[in-house]
């Protein structure tokens, strides 16, 4: 029970560090500290903040903490997972941090110049020729794991795993899964639902709703955590 107790505690402080980390080296940018005209996000939504955590890997101590609290939300919510699969190219350095706190072994996909539905992805596997999609070893009854930076609206998730698929088919693997995808942000815009409704499972260490605000209002400007709340939650 202690070590229970102590393994929530220190997931929560991990969390809490993480999250000020990416703020503080402008991970997660506002429009009044960073860009005042905000930005125009693939939908064409505009926000008045972005998260980009392809930067992840230049800090080594935040991407640490990264690898210790993603390894503990794996091990309590997905014991049985044998591989993981990052995600070209900001899941990459994440699943290898994680690969090398957990001992899980990791692999990655290739990325595809243009894809950006499924069904361009199916025109270029078939355009592909004999490169592999997915690059490293995965093994009959693997059940893998696809890990990313963070999820919006699931759709390029869905594409990493169709492309996972088609190189397990490519391989001629036997009893191989990949049903479960682990982030380290949520934004919360109808990514979980979609998961579910896709028979997928969707894992994020922090939603950012629901967690990351309450932890960025503890360092924030008052002007930056207005806009972005109110943003949000209307």
């Not at 503080?24 to 009044?32: E, Q, Y």
């Not at 036997?174 to 639902?193: E, L, P, S």
Request: glycine share 6%; net charge negative; hydrophobic share 40%.
């Amino acid at each position: 029970m202690v070590t229970k107790v102590s393994e929530k505690e220190s997931l929560t402080q991990l969390k809490r560090e993480i999250v000020h980390d990416i703020y503080r080296n402008r991970m997660i940018m506002t429009a009044p500290r960073d860009k005042p005209q905000g930005w125009t996000l693939m939908s064409g939504r505009w926000s008045p903040f972005y998260i980009q955590l392809r930067n992840l890997s230049s800090f080594p101590e935040t991407l640490r903490k990264v690898a210790e609290a993603m390894t503990q939300m794996i091990r309590d919510e997905l014991p049985d997972i044998t591989r993981l699969v990052g995600v070209s190219f900001a899941g990459v350095p994440i699943a290898t941090a994680i690969s090398l706190e957990s001992g899980l072994p990791a692999c990655h996909t290739r990325k595809m110049v243009g894809v950006r539905t499924e069904s361009d992805l199916l025109s270029a596997i078939e355009d592909y020729g004999h490169h592999s999609l997915v690059e490293g070893v995965m093994d009959d009854g693997d059940s893998l794991c696809i890990v990313d930076d963070l999820v919006t609206g699931l759709d390029s998730k869905l594409i990493a795993r169709r492309q996972v698929l088609a190189e397990v088919e490519k391989r001629g693997l036997k009893g191989v899964t990949c049903d479960n995808i682990a982030v380290i942000i949520d934004r919360q815009q109808g990514a979980y639902q979609k998961a579910k409704d896709h028979g997928l499972a969707l894992h994020a260490l922090i939603r950012f709703i629901d967690e990351g605000l309450p932890l960025l209002k503890e360092i924030m400007p008052n002007e930056d955590y207005s806009l972005v709340h109110d943003y949000l939650t209307n």
